[in-house]
């Protein structure tokens, strides 16, 4: 592929999730953005991850695979990547893009049931959760559920990686880990807060 054709192949594919995105944007309350995230925010938050050896990294939300297709294009052979997201038609969409990758895991199930799901793919913990869920959907105490069952999920020394639209994570967080990372991505639509939250 020749350095024209990279971007407008990047626009066809822009054009075509978006349309996705909208259409369940539209029918499903879960679905926060209108818009798959841009390439900025992929790479900020998967430069975050070490995924070397037999890494296990837990993705809540991957909506069309954006952000699932840049870490297995890092991860290696004995990597795992568990995919967890609620909406019938983006688990449609992701089982034919990695239905045939041996290191991916699909589930239409509930972020809350991590640990169940960890342990059914036949992972104890993960090393990394990543997660788009809007947890301005969600009561405070569903958020601090899924905070706690996240970091019981984490090997010790992992991290949860959080991108939102609005910084009500900065109030959660602390209450449930130790080390918390805080940035802002700019080149997204909408521009969105990140943080990386590691357990001791």
């Known amino acids: 592929m020749t350095a024209t054709e990279r971007p407008l192949r990047y626009l066809a594919v822009l054009a075509k999730n978006t349309l996705v995105y909208i259409k369940n944007f539209i029918e499903d309350r879960d679905v926060a953005s209108i818009m798959p995230s841009s390439p900025f925010l992929v790479r900020r938050m998967v430069e975050k991850m070490d995924l070397g050896t037999g890494r296990v990294v837990v993705e809540y939300g991957p909506a069309t695979g954006v952000f699932s297709r840049s870490i297995l294009r890092e991860m290696g052979p004995e990597g795992q990547l568990i995919l967890i997201e609620t909406n019938a038609d983006f688990v449609r969409r992701l089982r034919e893009q990695f239905g045939n990758d041996p290191r ?3 589930f239409e199930k509930p ?3 991590v640990a169940r799901l960890l342990q059914q793919a036949g992972a104890k913990k993960a090393d990394y959760v990543l997660s788009g869920i809007p947890f301005s959907f969600l009561s405070a105490e569903e958020s601090h559920a899924l905070i706690e069952a996240t970091r019981e999920a984490l090997v010790p020394g992992g991290a949860f990686l959080v991108y939102q639209h609005r910084d009500h994570m900065r109030r959660l967080l602390p209450q449930h880990f130790d080390h918390i990372e805080e ?8 521009p969105m807060h ?4 590691r357990t001791a």
Do not use: K
Not at 183 to 190: D, H, S
């Open 104 to 106: 991916v895991e699909i």
């Open 111 to 113: 972020a809350q049931d």
């Open 183 to 190: 940035g802002y991505e700019l080149f997204n639509v909408p």
């Open 194 to 197: 990140t943080y990386a939250a």
